[in-house]
């Protein structure tokens, strides 16, 4: 997808490296040592490190935040599951609350004559093995038997409150 096309401070979506594990992807608006023209564009796997919670279609706990809360302060992901807070701004590394690892990276591409971004691969602690045994029927209801099939050459990205029906506040 084109970089121009992200609001700042926004939750995306999309799945990858498979097609049912999704991602965050944020346009934190200041150099973070992302991609993109400012640097600013951060993804990470939104399988939370502590009990697993993701973006699923009925809801999200785990979800970018841009403002404080009570648990939390700005610009912060954080998993209303239990309150683990991951700073995208730091490789997602854990501020607060009871997860043992960062989020896994995203590695990102970026092309700044076609101002194109693309998903390279992960990098950190992958919980996609956990993931896919916690979850495994209901994966399979809803890809049937799909579910760790690689992401295509595209992947769909979306405003995370398109995907979800209800994403959590904390
Ligand atoms: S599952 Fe995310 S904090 Fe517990």
């Excluded at 997808?1 to 992807?25: D, G, I, Q, S, W």
């Amino acid at each position: 997808m084109r970089a121009a096309e992200l609001k700042p401070l926004t939750n995306y979506l999309f799945h990858y490296p498979f097609v049912a594990t999704p991602c965050l992807l944020i346009d934190m608006g200041r150099d973070v040592g992302g991609v993109g023209k400012r640097k600013s564009i951060v993804a990470f796997s939104a399988i939370c490190s502590h009990k697993l919670a993701y973006p699923a279609r009925e809801v999200a706990f785990i979800r970018f935040q841009a403002s404080a809360s009570k648990h939390s302060e700005a610009e912060r992901i954080h998993c209303c599951a239990d309150h683990s807070v991951y700073d995208p701004s730091a490789n997602a590394k854990v501020v607060a609350g009871p997860a043992p690892a960062p989020l896994a990276a995203i590695a990102l591409s970026y092309d700044a004559k076609t101002d194109q971004i693309r998903a390279l691969g992960t990098a950190g602690t992958e919980q996609f093995d956990a993931f896919f045994a916690k979850y495994d029927f209901k994966l399979s209801m809803e890809y049937g038997g799909k579910a760790r099939q690689q992401s295509a050459a595209a992947t769909r990205v979306q405003e995370l409150s398109l995907y979800c029906r209800n994403v959590a506040q904390c």
